[in-house]
Structures are given as C-alpha cells and as structure tokens.
C-alpha cells in the first residue's frame, strides 16, 4: 500500500531534478536537448528548487501543529499557553542569609528590613565580572530577643530594577518590559515575589489567569499577569475580565534583573549588605553595617534559564493531564475557597 506522506528524499533538490530531466526526455518538443547543457536545465533547477523549498514549508508548518513534534520555540509556546501553562523565564537562585546585629539594639526593640534591600556576594558573574547581586522580596519587622540579636532571611538573586509607566502606555491590556532578563517565580503561590505592581500607590495581585473559577481569587479585581512571551520577552498583562489601569493612573514595577543559570553562589559568600539595610524603629536610626554580620551557610539553589522546547513540552501536558485534580497547593486553595 502506498503510503500518502513522502521521504524526504523523495521531494529534495537532486531527486526533484532528475524526476523533470526524465519527464522531459519523453516530451517531443525536448527530445534532442542536450540537458547539461541546455537552457531548460535552469528552468528544471529552478522547479525543483521551488519545489523542494514549498514542501518544507509545508512539512513544516504540519509539524509545528502538534505538541509532540513542533520545534520552534514561538509554537512550542503558544500550543502550551492553549492548553493552560505558561513557559518560565529567568530563575534567580534563592537561599537563606543569617544576619546577626552586635550592637545599635538593646532587647525589645524593633528592627525593619523593607522589601527589596540588596546584599552582595563575593563571587561574580562569569559573563561580566560584576559581582552576583541578592535581594530581600519580603519586608521583615523583628523584635530583639537578645544581644547579639540573631536571625534568618529569605533572599532570592538579581539587581533590583524600578520602572514607571502610566495607564497610557499600556497597548491590547499589556505592557512590555525593557529587553532584558527578569526573575520568573518558581510558583505563582510562592510567598517570595519576584515583581511588584502598583498602581497610584496600591498594591495589584499576580495570577496565573483571570477566570474566577480557576484563580481562585473572586473577589480581587485588581490583578496583573506576568509573562515570558512566545517572543522572549516579558510583559504586564491586564485584563478586562477584572480591571485595567485607567490611561491617567501611574503604574509602578519593582522587579529583579536575574543572571539565570549563572546565578547561583556558594555557601558563605553572601555578606555585604546595602547601606541602611536594618532600621531601628525605637533609636529611628539604620543600624551601622559595622554592626550587622550578613551570611549564607548553604549554596543558593534554584538557578535556571527559561525552560526550553522539551521541558515546556513535558510539563504543559503534565499540567494538562492534570486537570479536574487536587494535586498543588493552589488546587486545594482555589477549590476550597
């Protein structure tokens, strides 16, 4: 039985030549052509050249259809995005830093590290030779039990970047970012955001959709998604479904410039926190940094780039055969709630 999709070889330049060569010997007007040599063998390169390029075209597109076999990152992402899971970005490593304060603080008082403080590593980044940045992506308010006062952090790689917009700038109820590489949560319930949005002062809610049976958050309006695109880049996603910023209102992104794979650092290498890090608020003073000793007693984990072609299929259709099913914590959330 013959089969109805062709080898390769069977539509490729040199066996599409010599198929019109032999068509044109039986042909009466070419019979006594010397073909090497003759001017119709251009015209036959030319067919064939067409005709080879037309069907990879069409190989092509037929096979970026499908999840299974599609090979171009744009449709790899955009096939998962259909079926419900976003590809991940940059992934800065995460870690735990203990600080402990000497002096500057007597029993009871109250200490303040707010979101986004940076504390610096020893190590550097291989590409640039700058040193590897961390920063806090939770506020912290701490009552001295003791002197020395002794206690953990979360921290989590990149440089902390700002950016302002207003309501205007937003085009098809999305916002793109500078081009650059941005810190991607681990998880959307992962307590340690990698990116804050607010708008004329107010603090907006990350989802990973806007449909209110599914994100579990009925009752929020204000909520943005953020995204790693089908074209790499990263962008703020509004939706009309819940609400979008107003073209006079003044939009408000705190996020980390992540150095992806390449941000992960050894143990004990985390030490140099920013001027101003902890705040006293019973002296109204920042402690001295001489008096605060910052560091990391295990290796950072977690580094990654985005997630590429195979691993964006493994886990789209891991989520897909997933659904209906109780099977992360936002599932159990969203269900009970």
Known sequence: MP???PEYLQ????????????????????????????????????????????????????????????DIYENVH????????????????????????????????????????????TQSDPDTGESIQYAT?????LTATEVPYKFDIFVRQGSVLNFSYTGDDIVSN???????????????????NTIEV????DLWTRVSDFFDLISGLQETRTVYKFEYDKYQRYKIVF????????????IEITCLQSLGENSGVGPYTITRPEDEFIYNTNTSLYLANSTITC??????????????????????????????????????ITNLS
């Open 174 to 192: 999305e916002l793109l970012l500078p081009l650059g590489d941005y810190g991607y949560d681990d998880s959307l319930i992962d307590e340690h």
């Open 295 to 332: 560091t990391n007693s295990a290796a950072t984990v977690g580094a990654a780039n985005p997630e590429p072609i195979d691993t964006i299929k493994e886990n789209a259709q891991g989520q897909l055969h997933a659904q209906f099913r109780n099977v992360t914590a936002i599932d159990y």
């Open 3 to 5: 089969t109805l999709i």
């Open 137 to 141: 992506t939770e506020s912290y308010t």
């Open 11 to 70: 539509i490729d330049f040199n066996t599409l030549v010599s198929r019109l060569k032999e068509q044109i010997k039986d042909s009466d007007i070419f019979r006594d052509t010397d073909y090497e040599g003759a001017n119709v063998t251009l015209i036959a390169e030319l067919m064939a050249y067409i005709g080879e390029l037309q069907t990879f075209y069409t190989n092509k597109v037929a096979k970026n259809m499908y999840m299974e076999t599609a």
């Open 198 to 201: 607010r708008v004329d002062g």
């Open 239 to 250: 939706s009309s479904l819940r609400q979008v910023p107003q073209d006079y209102q003044t």
């Open 78 to 121: 955009r096939l998962a995005t259909l079926i419900g899971y976003d590809p991940k970005g940059h992934r800065g490593a995460r870690g735990t830093c203990s600080i402990t304060v000497s002096a500057g603080v007597s029993v009871g008082d109250i200490l303040n590290i707010d979101t986004w403080k940076q504390i610096e590593s």
